[in-house]
């Protein structure tokens, strides 16, 4: 059975994802549902942007976690999304905000065959508490993720290094 992955990026992305790693250290990515910056893939630093029960592993970019809501995952599930970059501004959190370019999200439906082996799959990890397994669940600032009493960042709690 082939590996079919549900995410991945394209060269120009991989290359922004590898700088903004040497810049920030570890990294993760969460698909925006909204609010502020429209739906867009967002960029954080690892312990600054907690994971929720509620959000769901789609997989890696160029090692990179990346997650989104488990529903807003309920419409996109059909789809492969392809995380690439363009000219513009970021969004006003996430990190590659003043690099002159912006992440996007593409996306094309699965092939049956490609929906078949996804449906003979395990559904994708759920978020747990803070921190998906293999990833540290220790903020940059030495706080335990889990001890934070704000759960889910939004527009007005969000904050970059």
């Given at each position: 059975m082939t590996q079919v992955s549900r995410v991945s990026a394209t060269d120009a992305a991989l290359k922004l994802i590898?700088?903004?790693?040497?810049?920030?250290?570890?990294?993760?990515?969460?698909?925006?549902?909204?609010?502020?910056?429209?739906?867009a893939p967002m960029c954080f630093p690892r312990g600054e942007f907690l994971i929720g029960d509620s959000d769901v592993?789609?997989?890696?970019?160029?090692?990179?976690?990346?997650?989104?809501?488990?529903?807003?995952?309920?419409?996109?599930?059909?789809?492969?999304l392809i995380i690439d970059v363009v000219p513009g501004n970021g969004g006003?959190?996430?990190?590659?905000?003043?690099?002159?370019?912006?992440?996007?999200?593409?996306?094309?439906?699965?092939?049956?065959?490609?929906?078949?082996?996804?449906?003979?799959?395990?559904?994708?990890?759920?978020?747990?508490?803070g921190a998906a397994p293999g990833i540290d669940p220790v903020a940059r600032d030495g706080a335990s993720q889990a001890t934070r009493q704000d759960q889910t960042p939004n527009c007005s709690s969000a904050r970059r290094a």
């Open positions: 590898e700088q903004l790693q040497q810049r920030y250290g570890p990294i993760l990515f969460h698909q925006s549902g909204g609010c502020c910056d429209g739906s592993l789609v997989g890696e970019i160029g090692g990179v976690p990346f997650y989104m809501s488990r529903a807003q995952f309920q419409y996109w599930e059909h789809t492969h006003m959190f996430s990190l590659e905000s003043g690099t002159g370019m912006r992440f996007i999200t593409r996306s094309r439906l699965y092939t049956d065959e490609e929906w078949a082996a996804l449906s003979q799959g395990a559904s994708p990890p759920l978020g747990h508490g």
